[in-house]
């Protein structure tokens, strides 16, 4: 079995500094008899991620296989379309995305070979809570079954919903949902300003306190909901369908 952790970074290698290489020794610390691949997207980023990734000799001292590949077009963050990229270029049996500023705790590892050496007819997701807030687009599933629905829905833009989307669209495909448990998941603590600001401003847009989905925090995540709860009454479960998904 290969696992492959799979995050995408767009101006925000000051996250990955405290995470990153953090997340790659606590994986690597495991028994399982697995291979461990490590693909890191730089989403056209302007600040000091190439720097940080070519002086840090840290990235050739654990026996995984470590990639950094790399757009040079992007103008504004788009999560399905990076989620997608990472998808298809990684090698793995299974994938599991990360955010750049989440942490790997305990032995997520071995809990992974464990599942699905098992079963591999299930995809692993976060239950959304106060807690796990900011933690919610860590999914794991099979590559097969990445490709076999789609991938994530890149008709789906700005922030939110779409690894709900995703995980939803999977278990109407047939496999199970697995909830990650808490202790494998640590966050960095920012604002939702740092959260979104490399997004396209006018999918920035916040909702109202009158808003019936006001919870829902952002016009991109609820327009997402509306679009993911559409397309699953409808039946229509594998996404991006009639366009070149995830292309670098």
């Known amino acids: ?37 490590f693909i890191l997207l730089n989403f056209n980023s302007s600040d000091d ?20 590949i790399r757009n040079s077009s992007a103008k504004y963050f788009d999560m399905s379309r990076t989620k997608n990229i990472l998808g ?9 995305w990360i955010d750049a ?4 705790y305990d032995n997520f590892v071995n809990f992974i070979h464990t599942s699905f050496s098992d079963n591999n007819e299930i995809i692993m997701s976060v239950a959304y809570s106060q807690y796990t807030s900011g933690m919610c687009g860590r999914v794991v599933c099979t590559k097969s079954h990445f490709q076999k629905i789609g991938g994530y829905d890149e008709s789906m833009k700005g922030w939110g919903y779409e690894e709900i989307d995703f995980t ?11 909830n990650i448990p808490t202790k494998y998941m640590g966050k960095l603590n920012h604002t939702d300003d740092e959260r979104l600001k490399n997004y396209e401003p ?3 847009y916040k909702l109202p306190a009158s808003h019936s989905h006001h ?8 327009e997402n909901f509306r679009l993911s709860s559409s397309n699953i009454k409808k039946n229509i479960l594998i996404a991006n369908k009639d366009s070149n998904w995830g292309l670098l």
């Open 1 to 37: 079995m290969k696992i492959s952790f799979l995050t995408s970074v767009m101006n925000r290698t000051h996250h990955l500094k405290k995470t990153y290489l953090q997340n790659i020794q606590c994986c690597v610390n495991t028994d399982a008899k697995c291979q461990l691949e």
């Open 49 to 68: 991620i190439d720097d940080y990734i070519k002086s840090n000799n840290d990235f050739n001292e654990y026996d995984i296989n470590f990639r950094c």
């Open 88 to 96: 298809k270029y990684a090698t793995g049996d299974i994938l599991c």
């Open 101 to 104: 500023d989440n942490f790997i």
């Open 168 to 178: 939803t669209r999977s278990v109407k495909c047939g496999v199970s949902n697995i």
């Open 202 to 204: 006018l999918l920035k």
């Open 215 to 222: 919870q829902m925090k952002f016009k991109s995540n609820y």
